[in-house]
């Protein structure tokens, strides 16, 4: 009798629990059910969501098109702008290092006739002088006595003896005539310029033959500028 008490006891939980199991199934079919419904729903929900994120993917990428082509042209502009504008600086440069080759030549040629011309002046001023000394500067007759020699007849008589055209000079700058001349030392030859110690005393010794005659025969002029008898002119 106890055996037969615990196993309707058995019985009992065991259909207890079969009820239970049939209501948690029930309630798995409907929350399933509720679930599928819910996804039913958030499908119906979500379908403007994806379109509009589908939009506004098609958007962004005819924008990120845009831009692209934009960034494009903008870039061939500014190339072709770039490009234009590095042909017109070489242009301007070309032109104006053949405006500046040609102030060069014309520069160059204007400095060779001037070069020609100061040539061709001095040639002239030289001839000048060399007419002016043989013509006008050389002593003549009346002044075979070198003590009445000018500066410019001493300059001359000094050229004529060999000296450099700096010696005569010097005498006729510092206005040594004859009557200076004669009297002259080697110091005041240094004063006057003449710093070759040579040439001073070829100087002082071809200065002391051309007054040495004078000095020894007492040369005088004669009154119509005639030599006086008796005496030698000098060679000129």
Do not use: Y
């Amino acid at each position: 009798w106890k055996c037969q008490l615990d196993a309707d006891a058995n019985r009992q939980a065991i259909q207890g629990v079969s009820d239970e199991v049939a209501t948690l199934r029930g309630l798995l079919s409907q929350a399933n059910d509720e679930g599928h419904a819910f996804r039913r729903d958030l499908e119906v929900h979500m379908r403007p969501l994806k379109e509009l994120n589908r939009r506004f993917d098609e958007q962004n990428e005819l924008r990120q098109r845009d831009m692209d082509t934009t960034r494009n042209e903008i870039s061939e502009v500014c190339q072709r702008g770039m490009d234009k504008l590095k042909e017109e600086c070489d242009g301007q440069t070309k032109a104006c290092q053949r405006e500046l080759d040609n102030v060069k030549c014309r520069l160059i040629q204007a400095i060779q006739e001037g070069e020609q011309c100061q040539r061709d002046i001095q040639t002239v001023v030289h001839k000048m002088e060399k007419t002016e000394v043989h013509n006008e500067s050389r002593p003549c007759e009346f002044c075979v006595n070198p003590r009445h020699w000018t500066e410019r007849n001493l300059n001359v008589w000094l050229c004529e003896q060999g000296f450099p055209a700096t010696v005569g000079q010097a005498f006729e700058n510092h206005l040594v005539n004859g009557q200076v001349a004669e009297n002259l030392g080697e110091q005041d030859l240094l004063s006057m310029g003449i710093s070759d110690d040579l040439l001073r005393r070829r100087a002082l010794r071809e200065l002391e033959r051309l007054f040495e005659p004078f000095r020894e025969s007492g040369l005088k002029l004669h009154p119509l500028g005639k030599v006086a008898a008796g005496t030698r002119p000098v060679s000129l």
